[in-house]
């Protein structure tokens, strides 16, 4: 069976991705602008945030909400072997396409994982199995198998599953 990956953020091992790769908008979420792949104003050379501590306050409490699943660290660690886009600057665009599929995909495998806790029938661990499968290939995910992966069609079908799942809560 396949290993179940850390669906918790290792900040440690990730490239700051959530800083980089994704837009802000102006916002009660976020106190600036920022485009996607535009390095946000508080992160440090080092990786750290540099107002962690006061992100409430700053206007910053997107990023507070805000959580990859763990997909930061693997798409740094598993999908470009510990690079980063300090690195390489083209490395923005294609690590920001890789998370954006992994985040939705963790998320979607912790959403399963929780349900997994109910007292399921045959045919209902039949069908969570199916579906954390597709979420878990073999192979592990590469940027190709993350850019042709159907990632809207896969959240509309674990939604569909959810909803078979009412009688049991
Ligand atoms: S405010 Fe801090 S945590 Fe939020 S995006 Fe900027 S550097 Fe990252």
Request: contains cysteine; charged residues 25%.
């Amino acid at each position: 069976m396949t290993e179940f990956p850390d669906l918790k953020p290792d900040c440690s091992s990730c490239a700051a991705l959530c800083c980089v790769v994704f837009a802000f908008d102006q916002s009660e979420s976020f106190a600036i602008d920022k485009e996607a792949g535009e390095v946000c104003p508080n992160l440090s050379k080092s990786g750290q945030c540099n107002v962690f501590d006061q992100r409430s306050e700053l206007g910053f409490k997107g990023c507070i909400t805000y959580t990859c699943h763990g997909a930061g660290q693997r798409v740094t660690q598993e999908l470009f072997q510990g690079r980063s886009w300090r690195d390489d600057e083209a490395l923005t665009h294609r690590m920001g396409e890789a998370l954006s599929v992994l985040r939705r995909v963790h998320e979607h495998l912790a959403i399963l994982d929780a349900a997994s806790s109910l007292p399921l029938s045959d045919d209902h661990l039949l069908g969570l199995s199916h579906l954390t499968s597709e979420l878990l290939p073999a192979d592990g995910w590469s940027e190709e198998s993350l850019a042709a992966f159907p990632i809207d069609e896969m959240v509309s079908r674990v939604s569909t599953f959810l909803k078979s799942l009412r009688s049991y809560v």
